[in-house]
């Protein structure tokens, strides 16, 4: 009877354990990984080179790398050489419900002189350069069946209808460009490759995600030396360092992996007392774009509150405002489940902001 009694007493501490470790586990950042073309379709084949190789082994080597990080969730449209749709790339990210979206491809032209690396985030062609591109990677759609079924009339071909998807991205364009950005830092500043710039196109992939997404030309097939330099080993792993590092850059500076941690590595009471809540006003940042709206319900899903923040030519949009860090919590709830997947908490100490891994 002891012994009976025994175990079910160690079972149950184990259970116990189990329970509280999981509780205060936290959620993981979810980053999927997309490697452009696959299968029978090749992509350009600039100098015999296949995009769609090269594009997936830097997506691998993104992957190892990435995989370090124990806070990281990865998730691949594709490990393997297989076609998908451009649609079912988009559904995989938003049924995962991830935190970035991250594309890769190989640029080609028709003079061999061009090289370079850019990073694309969706927004309105600012030159015949970028729309041409866009149309490059959109018509993938025509070999697809069934394509006007399953992209609603979309005309990769026509201006009116990529200016039409720069809409639903508008929510996640700053924090694209963040991610952007800190890619093509580092393919400049690190790699010394040709800097083609951060730049705004109408990439139906990236319109149909409901998270900040990136998409990346690595650079030029058709330009010799920038082709064998993508095709080697080198380069790839080069270059999926650059854009790996950048992930994490990204990842470090939103602050949504550290606000939990605020529960679990203190009380209430300890937190309060090391940083008086009087001095502290928390926000959730639901959306960041170019165009300023009205802070009216109807213009963010029905949340009521939203106030607006005015940084540089671009406008920055809160729901909820509170010093209390458990109602900011349930604020950030009621945002995500209105559709803001991607918001977070931000932080102002005395009117200046903070990082909320500074609590």
Same mark, same amino acid.
């Given at each position: 009877?002891?012994?009976?009694?025994?175990?079910?007493?160690?079972?149950?501490?184990?259970?116990?354990?189990?329970?509280?470790?999981?509780?205060?586990?936290?959620?993981?950042?979810?980053?999927?990984?997309?490697?452009?073309?696959?299968?029978?379709?090749?992509?350009?084949?600039?100098?015999?080179?296949?995009?769609?190789?090269?594009?997936? !082994?830097?997506?691998?080597?993104?992957?190892?790398?990435?995989? $370090?990080?124990?806070?990281?969730?990865?998730?691949?449209? $594709? &490990? %393997?050489?297989?076609?998908?749709?451009?649609?079912?790339?988009?559904?995989?990210?938003?049924?995962?419900?991830?935190?970035?979206?991250?594309?890769?491809?190989?640029?080609?032209?028709?003079? #061999? #002189?061009?090289?370079?690396?850019? %990073?694309?985030?969706?927004?309105?062609?600012?030159?015949?350069?970028?729309?041409?591109?866009? +149309? *490059?990677?959109?018509?993938?759609?025509?070999?697809? @069946?069934?394509?006007? &079924? !399953?992209?609603?009339?979309?005309?990769?071909?026509?201006?009116?209808?990529?200016?039409?998807?720069?809409?639903?991205?508008?929510?996640?364009?700053?924090?694209?460009?963040?991610?952007?950005?800190?890619?093509?830092?580092?393919?400049?500043?690190?790699?010394?490759?040709?800097?083609?710039?951060?730049?705004?196109?109408?990439?139906?992939?990236?319109? !149909?995600?409901?998270?900040?997404?990136?998409?990346?030309? %690595?650079?030029?097939?058709?330009? +010799?030396?920038?082709?064998?330099?993508?095709?080697?080993?080198?380069?790839?792993?080069?270059?999926?360092?650059?854009?790996?590092?950048?992930?994490? +850059?990204?990842?470090?500076?939103? !602050?949504?992996?550290?606000?939990?941690?605020?529960?679990?590595? @203190?009380?209430?009471?300890?937190?309060?007392? #090391?940083?008086?809540?009087?001095?502290?006003?928390?926000?959730?940042?639901?959306?960041?774009? #170019?165009? +300023?709206?009205?802070?009216?319900?109807?213009?963010? *899903?029905?949340?009521?509150?939203? %106030?607006?923040?005015?940084?540089? *030519?671009?406008?920055?949009?809160?729901?909820?405002?509170?010093?209390?860090?458990? @109602?900011?919590? &349930?604020? $950030?709830?009621?945002? $995500?489940?209105?559709?803001?997947?991607?918001?977070?908490?931000?932080?102002?100490?005395?009117?200046?902001?903070?990082?909320?891994?500074?609590?």
């Amino acid at each position: 009877m002891q012994t009976l009694v025994k175990h079910l007493l160690v079972s149950f501490l184990f259970l116990l354990t189990s329970f509280s470790f999981s509780q205060v586990t936290p959620a993981k950042f979810v980053v999927v990984l997309d490697a452009g073309h696959g299968g029978w379709e090749p992509g350009n084949i600039g100098n015999g080179y296949r995009e769609k190789n090269i594009a997936l !082994n830097i997506i691998l080597a993104v992957g190892k790398k990435l995989e $370090r990080q124990k806070d990281i969730k990865l998730i691949y449209t $594709r &490990k %393997t050489d297989v076609f998908l749709e451009l649609y079912e790339r988009a559904a995989i990210a938003n049924e995962a419900n991830a935190d970035l979206f991250v594309s890769v491809h190989c640029d080609a032209w028709t003079s #061999s #002189s061009v090289y370079g690396a850019s %990073t694309f985030v969706l927004g309105l062609h600012k030159n015949a350069a970028n729309l041409e591109i866009a +149309k *490059k990677e959109n018509s993938v759609i025509f070999l697809e @069946e069934d394509y006007e &079924k !399953n992209y609603g009339g979309f005309d990769p071909n026509s201006p009116e209808s990529l200016i039409g998807l720069t809409l639903m991205q508008e929510d996640y364009l700053d924090q694209s460009i963040l991610l952007a950005t800190a890619v093509q830092d580092n393919f400049i500043n690190k790699l010394k490759r040709k800097n083609r710039g951060v730049k705004q196109a109408g990439f139906w992939v990236l319109h !149909n995600t409901y998270m900040p997404s990136v998409l990346i030309e %690595t650079g030029f097939l058709t330009n +010799k030396k920038e082709g064998a330099y993508l095709s080697s080993k080198k380069g790839q792993s080069q270059m999926s360092s650059s854009i790996s590092n950048a992930i994490i +850059k990204y990842k470090e500076s939103l !602050n949504t992996s550290f606000d939990d941690s605020i529960i679990v590595e @203190e009380s209430p009471k300890e937190l309060e007392y #090391s940083v008086p809540s009087s001095e502290i006003i928390f926000k959730v940042q639901i959306a960041a774009g #170019s165009r +300023k709206l009205e802070t009216k319900s109807y213009n963010f *899903k029905g949340l009521k509150g939203v %106030t607006m923040e005015s940084i540089g *030519k671009g406008y920055k949009y809160y729901y909820g405002e509170t010093s209390d860090y458990s @109602e900011i919590k &349930k604020q $950030r709830e009621e945002a $995500r489940k209105k559709g803001y997947s991607s918001c977070f908490i931000v932080a102002y100490k005395n009117g200046v902001k903070i990082s909320v891994k500074r609590l």
